[in-house]
């Protein structure tokens, strides 16, 4: 079903062509870390210069815990506030941060992250995590990818 090679086009063209896929990914799966793990793998295979690709979920002690992603082990538990994650999480608002080390609290799970992106994941008002991208390069991620990645974010909701 997926293959790399077919984004070829323009990066909005390329989005357009991963939400496709995604919804076929999705399509008629209700169980959320199938869902989860098939987006992150998903993410991983069709974004460039990124070394971590993943999900932070809501646990019941007001925190963040590690769920299905792609790349190095990471950090397992994220308090609410804390770091890109834990701050997004909070405000429940997308924080795309171009240089990780100018950050206040930033939490250091890969040292060689440089930029990162976090989209937080509401259902119905509620809060279930973030999704969580991490890049090598500073100034990696631009108003596109913030727009488009909240519809990936999206699409995954309505498969939940």
């Not at 973030?130 to 596109?144: G, M, Q, T």
Request: with cysteine; proline share 4%; charged share 25%.
């Amino acid at each position: 079903m997926f293959n790399v090679e077919m984004y070829k086009g323009s990066r909005l063209e390329n989005y357009e062509l991963l939400k496709k896929q995604l919804k076929a990914l999705l399509y008629d799966e209700k169980n959320r870390i199938a869902n989860f793990s098939n987006t992150s793998a998903l993410l991983n295979q069709f974004l460039d210069r990124i070394n971590w690709v993943g999900f932070y979920l809501m646990d019941s002690n007001d925190e963040l815990v590690l769920g299905p992603f792609q790349g190095l082990p990471a950090c397992v538990r994220i308090p609410l506030g804390k770091g890109v994650c834990g701050a997004a999480a909070m405000k429940g608002e997308t924080i795309r941060v171009d240089d990780v080390n100018q950050f206040p609290g930033h939490i250091a799970c890969d040292s060689a992250t440089q930029s990162e992106i976090v989209i937080p994941i509401l259902k119905e008002g509620q809060l279930l995590g973030v999704l969580d991208i991490d890049s090598p390069e500073k100034n990696r991620f631009d108003e596109l990818d913030q727009v488009k990645l909240k519809e990936i974010v999206d699409i995954l909701m309505e498969s939940l």
